[in-house]
């Protein structure tokens, strides 16, 4: 059965001005049609659900997060190497407060023990809820680098061999640690993690496999070496040169920002306090984070934003956008169509297109006027399934 549904406003996310009085048909999984009501035919038979006061969208896609991490409980690679039952359970609930946030796609940035693998095949199976994932399986760092946890690569071939292994255990992409990080004491924030020939292997295989290369990377040597190497997307680029940007830009890379789990009250500043080491690398990077992030605005390299394990918290990702000088259009394109196209999944979703995989939101408010407005969610449809009864603890 068709289900048409009809709100106050429909945004699409194609780039068309929002419509009044819009409407979305729903065919099993995909749109069929999108637009004003007067101009899509609604078959008589169509199961009507009407939300004359909201604001219809696509749903939200989180570029970068992980599944089994709570940044708040500190230690996040500590986390990565606890017993797997406990990273199971973790897991669950973290999925299932991402679709309730509206949340109906997610890239998860690694997870040891194959678990996003796992919980993919399972999601797709329906025995756990949670949104459709694109996965990179185990992360590629050195013994010494940062995210460091179970598995580390060092040297051409054993990168090689750890993104053939990933590949085969069903990566959607790969992903390399190029530089330190703020949430654990290895490598400073400015240190390279690899060297050139070692980044360019793993772009290599990924290519190799038809898929790409997402790098962590704050500042330093490690972005231009992943840059020139033909890494696809920097995750974070918190501290990123300007010289950075325009190469970025130049080469038609993308950034991915996450920015709650350094900002936000809940994240590392919670989860670590009691570590001098990476509470004075947090410090560090928050004094120069708000002047990096309206340069990376400023600097026109095309961006997507996610939450890294801030489970629930992407419209506040969003809306921190605007602080840096983002319209509320760019704020909801970076967690929608932008999304989308970073992950190189825009012929599935990220609008509501004709053929598209129907994943849409309403909304009591317009985030246009309000990105706030995303913290009230009324109904949560992925692949043309409803989710807005769904119970997070």
């Known amino acids: 059965m068709v289900t048409a549904i009809r709100a106050g406003l429909l945004w699409d996310g194609t780039g068309a001005e929002p419509v009044r009085?819009?409407?979305?048909?729903?065919?099993?999984?995909?749109?069929?049609?999108?637009?004003?009501?007067?101009?899509?035919?609604?078959?008589?038979?169509?199961?009507?659900?009407?939300?004359?006061?909201?604001?219809?969208?696509?749903?939200?896609?989180?570029?970068?997060?992980?599944?089994?991490?709570?940044?708040?409980?500190?230690?996040?690679?500590?986390?990565?190497?606890?017993?797997?039952?406990?990273?199971?359970?973790?897991?669950?609930?973290?999925?299932?407060?991402?679709?309730?946030?509206?949340?109906?796609?997610?890239?998860?940035m690694a997870e040891e023990h194959w678990l996003d693998v796992t919980f993919k095949q399972e999601i797709e199976a329906g025995t756990v809820a949670g949104?459709?994932?694109?996965?990179?399986?185990?992360?590629?760092?050195?013994?010494?680098?940062?995210?460091?946890?179970?598995?580390?690569?060092?040297?051409?071939?054993?990168?090689?061999?750890?993104?053939?292994?990933?590949?085969?255990?069903?990566?959607?992409?790969?992903?390399?640690?190029?530089?330190?990080?703020?949430?654990s004491t290895r490598g400073g924030?400015?240190?390279?993690?690899?060297?050139?020939?070692?980044?360019?292997?793993a772009v290599e295989e990924a290519e190799r496999a038809g898929t790409y290369v997402a790098a962590h990377a704050i500042v330093g040597p490690g972005i231009r070496l992943a840059v020139e190497e033909g890494v696809r997307t920097i995750e974070h680029a918190t501290l990123a040169t300007d010289d950075d940007l325009a190469l970025i830009k130049?080469?038609?890379?993308?950034?991915?920002?996450?920015?709650?789990?350094?900002?936000?009250?809940?994240?590392?500043?919670?989860?670590?306090?009691?570590?001098?080491?990476?509470?004075?690398?947090?410090?560090?990077?928050?004094?120069?984070?708000?002047?990096?992030?309206?340069?990376?605005?400023?600097?026109?390299?095309?961006?997507?934003?996610?939450t890294d394990s801030m489970h629930g918290l992407l419209p506040w990702e969003m809306a921190q956008l605007i602080e840096w000088g983002a319209t509320p259009r760019e704020a909801l394109l970076a967690g929608t169509r932008w999304a989308a196209e970073c992950s190189r999944i825009d012929d599935q979703v990220g609008t509501l297109s004709e053929g598209k995989l129907a994943d849409l939101l309403t909304v009591r408010g317009n985030p246009l006027d309000d990105l706030s407005a995303l913290e009230h969610l009324d109904m949560i449809m992925k692949a043309g399934r409803r989710y807005d009864d769904l119970s997070v603890e």
Not at 69 to 88: C, S
Not at 153 to 159: C, P, Q, S
Not at 284 to 293: I, L, Q
Request: proline letters at 5%; one cysteine or more.
């Open 21 to 108: 009085d819009g409407v979305v048909l729903v065919d099993g999984e995909r749109v069929v049609a999108a637009g004003p009501a007067g101009q899509v035919g609604v078959p008589s038979d169509a199961q009507l659900v009407e939300r004359p006061d909201e604001f219809l969208m696509p749903g939200l896609i989180d570029a970068h997060t992980h599944i089994t991490i709570i940044p708040g409980l500190g230690d996040q690679t500590g986390q990565l190497m606890q017993p797997i039952e406990r990273q199971v359970l973790r897991g669950t609930g973290n999925l299932r407060r991402m679709l309730r946030s509206g949340v109906t796609t997610a890239r998860i």
């Open 131 to 183: 949104p459709r994932l694109l996965v990179c399986t185990r992360a590629i760092t050195p013994s010494n680098g940062h995210g460091r946890s179970i598995d580390a690569f060092d040297g051409v071939d054993e990168v090689r061999k750890g993104a053939r292994e990933n590949l085969h255990a069903g990566a959607d992409f790969l992903k390399l640690f190029v530089t330190g990080g703020v949430s």
């Open 189 to 201: 924030l400015n240190s390279a993690s690899y060297s050139r020939e070692e980044i360019r292997v």
């Open 250 to 306: 130049e080469r038609g890379a993308w950034v991915v920002l996450t920015q709650s789990i350094m900002l936000h009250p809940t994240g590392i500043e919670q989860g670590d306090r009691d570590n001098p080491a990476i509470m004075a690398k947090l410090r560090d990077a928050r004094g120069r984070a708000a002047e990096r992030y309206r340069a990376i605005l400023r600097s026109g390299v095309r961006y997507a934003v996610g």
